[in-house]
């Protein structure tokens, strides 16, 4: 089992800039694949991006590429979500996922259920 914690989020005007961070414990987070949904209010959670395990693979979701990059620190069990020229729409409370058996080759990394573990959300806040 792993454990999900973000963190980062907060109130940017637009054109700023955020990372948000995951802390995973419990299990090395170099056995999992790892992402970020994100859901505004009144909608449905969206798919972010994505990482592979060893960092190499990275996906991000036609809204936000280019602006948002994906990393990760396995050493520091340690998943990052830098934010780039925030728009208002990106509002929304931001999760972090991972899971034991995905592979980014599947195809399935944008959906909801491909992921077992889910951290509570940090928000993010755009203001125009």
């Known amino acids: 089992q792993v454990q999900l914690v973000e963190s980062g989020g907060g109130l940017v005007q637009a054109g700023g800039s955020l990372r948000l961070s995951c802390a995973a414990s419990?299990?090395?987070?170099?056995?999992?694949?790892m992402g970020w949904f994100r859901q505004a209010s009144g909608k449905e959670r969206e798919f972010v991006g994505h990482?592979?395990?060893?960092?190499?693979?990275?996906q991000y979701a036609d809204s936000v590429k280019g602006r948002f990059t994906i990393s990760r620190d396995n050493a520091k069990n340690t998943v990052y979500l830098q934010m780039n020229n925030l728009k208002p729409e990106d509002t929304a409370i931001y999760y972090c996922?991972?899971?034991?058996?995905?592979?980014?080759?599947?195809?399935?990394?944008?959906?909801?259920?491909?992921?077992?573990?889910w951290g509570q959300g940090t928000q993010v806040t755009v203001s125009s």
């Open positions: 996922v991972a899971d034991a058996n995905l592979l980014v080759t599947s195809g399935s990394y944008p959906n909801t259920r491909s992921y077992e573990h």
């Open positions: 419990g299990r090395a987070s170099s056995t999992y694949a």
């Open positions: 990482i592979s395990r060893s960092g190499v693979v990275t």
